[in-house]
């Protein structure tokens, strides 16, 4: 399974980054080798608005079944929920860690943004 994760740098051992849109890097993992690529995401970083809406395409287009990531806003979560994506938030740790956790059932999906738009 594809999974992406949020991450501080472009590696499995950077931490995970807590912004779902405005996150540095996200990681495309694929759960049963950790194989994975890095998504550049400093265009929708440094966006005025619309990061989390480009974001999520960016992660759909890469085929990711899943997010793992901190804090996801409602245009994001609206996004994500109608491409098929289920969302984890409040991970924490490396992005080795999230998948570990993903792995062993550790992860809860969420129904809804857990932060205001334009975080």
């Keep these: 399974m594809k999974i992406a994760v949020?991450?501080?740098?472009?590696?499995?051992?950077?931490?995970?980054?807590?912004?779902?849109?405005?996150?540095?890097?996200?990681?495309?993992?694929?759960?049963?080798t950790l194989e994975f690529?890095?998504?550049d995401n400093a265009k929708n970083a440094n966006s005025f608005k619309g990061a989390g809406i480009q974001a999520a395409a960016s992660i759909s287009e890469k085929n990711a079944d899943v997010l793992l990531t901190g804090f996801c806003g409602p245009n994001?979560?609206?996004?994500?929920d109608a491409a098929g994506i289920k969302?984890?938030?409040?991970?924490?740790?490396?992005?080795?860690?999230?998948?570990?956790?993903?792995?062993?059932?550790?992860?809860?999906?969420t129904g809804a943004a857990n932060v205001e738009g334009h975080w």
């Design 6 to 32: 949020t991450s501080k740098g472009r590696n499995l051992d950077s931490k995970v980054d807590p912004r779902f849109g405005r996150a540095a890097y996200i990681l495309i993992i694929d759960t049963d």
């Design 37 to 39: 690529e890095v998504i």
């Design 87 to 109: 969302v984890a938030s409040d991970v924490m740790g490396t992005a080795r860690d999230a998948v570990k956790d993903f792995n062993e059932g550790k992860i809860s999906f």
């Design 76 to 80: 994001a979560f609206k996004t994500l």
